[in-house]
């Protein structure tokens, strides 16, 4: 059963895999049954004909507008809008990373393998958020590095630039970016926003993040991530002490997004550290349901934490 909903939705980007936030007022079309979800490709293809066509040495900025921008999906013409992309950059980004936009040859065959995992990766987030609400899926090529997520009014975009090494995990980052939909759909727009204003830390920031991840991790049962998730788990005492002083600084630091100091710690720790409060909290709970549903609605980050326990193992 479809349902539209008119909200203010923050915008999940993901550069790589996911980023920092931006603000719109969209009107989304939801569905509470997963298996009506559309996976559309055809801005792929269109522009995989693109390419072809770049070899025979044409124009590229006609060939780039004519054959992919002129024929853009909805979710294409949205992120075109809202990225306010030219074909400028997109004979920029070909010119400079050729080798890469070359190797999407293979990514329809690809995305099609990965269909019947991402279905039963929604089927499964179903379980265990009964009232989960889902969103169509346009894949499509755009000019930036590294893949891209974000939720528009017409579906949720992923944007690839290159054949990502961990495509297989796709169904990984389509469940994280949904469930980030349930928590603003549980605590309205409003709340949710907040952790990008007056509620803004690095525990606000890890613990959103991190809820993401491990309702992910709970569902779908693999990791974004993976060399993160592994590093934290052998080092979490040492990091929990560093974290901890740092956990109420309104800058994440390289605990989120930025590349961090230490060219030996991988990035992303506080999506690991948030996790692992999430797990603490859910294995403590006799009520499953309800620790998910617990975790959705989070508004007080730091009574979250302590509820959790998870401080208390160190």
């Not at 190797?103 to 009964?130: G, M, V, Y």
């Not at 009520?287 to 998870?310: C, H, M, P, R, W």
């Amino acid at each position: 059963m479809k349902k539209c909903f008119r909200i203010s939705v923050a915008l999940i980007m993901a550069v790589a895999f996911f980023g920092p936030y931006l603000q719109t007022q969209l009107d989304l079309e939801l569905t509470d049954d997963p298996a009506e979800i559309r996976l559309i490709d055809d801005d792929v293809k269109n522009f995989l004909r693109a390419m072809d066509k770049l070899k025979a040495k044409g124009d590229w900025a006609e060939v780039i507008q004519t054959e992919y921008m002129d024929k853009a999906s909805p979710g294409l013409k949205e992120f075109i809008r809202e990225k306010g992309v030219k074909v400028e950059d997109f004979i920029e980004a070909i010119k400079e990373r050729k080798e890469a936009y070359d190797s999407l040859i293979d990514l329809p065959k690809q995305l099609a393998r990965q269909e019947k995992k991402i279905r039963e990766a929604f089927a499964e987030l179903k379980k265990i958020i009964p009232n989960a609400m889902f969103m169509h899926v346009y894949y499509l090529v755009g000019p930036n590095p590294g893949s891209l997520g974000e939720p528009s009014e017409y579906g949720l975009m992923i944007s690839m630039s290159e054949l990502d090494k961990d495509i297989e995990n796709i169904h990984l980052l389509l469940v994280h970016e949904t469930i980030h939909v349930q928590q603003a759909l549980t605590i309205g727009m409003e709340e949710f926003q907040a952790i990008f204003g007056p509620k803004m830390s690095l525990l606000a920031l890890s613990i959103r993040e991190g809820t993401a991840y491990f309702l992910t991790l709970l569902s779908a049962g693999g990791h974004t991530h993976k060399e993160s998730w592994d590093y934290c788990v052998q080092n979490e005492k040492r990091l929990w002490q560093r974290f901890q002083v740092e956990m109420n600084d309104r800058n994440p630091g390289d605990w989120m997004w930025g590349k961090p100091a230490d060219p030996e710690q991988p990035p992303h720790l506080g999506y690991i550290i948030g996790a692992r409060i999430a797990e603490a909290y859910y294995n403590r709970m006799e009520n499953k349901e309800k620790a998910v549903q617990d975790i959705l609605a989070i508004t007080d980050y730091k009574e979250f934490l302590k509820k959790s326990g998870y401080q208390d193992k160190f």
